[in-house]
């Protein structure tokens, strides 16, 4: 929307774009991160989270400048849906295979209305 842009309404539309999925990824990858990750783990992992978001903008932007120059708009669009596509169908699947056995011991345990401690499930899976 950048490239197109000739109206001071249309800079203010892209930035407010570009702004709105910068706040919406930042807290679903430390969410994200939080399901995946053991709760010992989580106080290194955090922060090196944070700054692979800031270190993929920066090298985002970088790549797709470089990568516009070489292709032309067009062909980095083509390239951009790609990649989109295949990182969909890499997180729909992602959730079923890591954390299907920890749900389903923590709902069986729930169904027993036993508690279940963290070192339990760690042993179990």
Partial sequence: MLLIAKD???FQVASSLVLIARNIISPMSFA???????????E???PLVNSANWASGVLGFVGTGY???LFGAAALYDIATIIAI???LMV???PTSLGQTRTRLVMDAAKKKNPVSWEELKEEC
Avoid: N, Y
């Avoid at 399901?35 to 010992?40: A, V, Y």
């Fill in 8 to 10: 001071l309404w249309q």
């Fill in 92 to 94: 729909i699947t992602l």
């Fill in 86 to 88: 295949l990182a969909v």
């Fill in 67 to 69: 990568m516009m120059d």
């Fill in 32 to 42: 994200f991160a939080t399901d995946l990750l053991e709760s010992d783990q989580l």
């Fill in 44 to 46: 290194r992992a955090l």
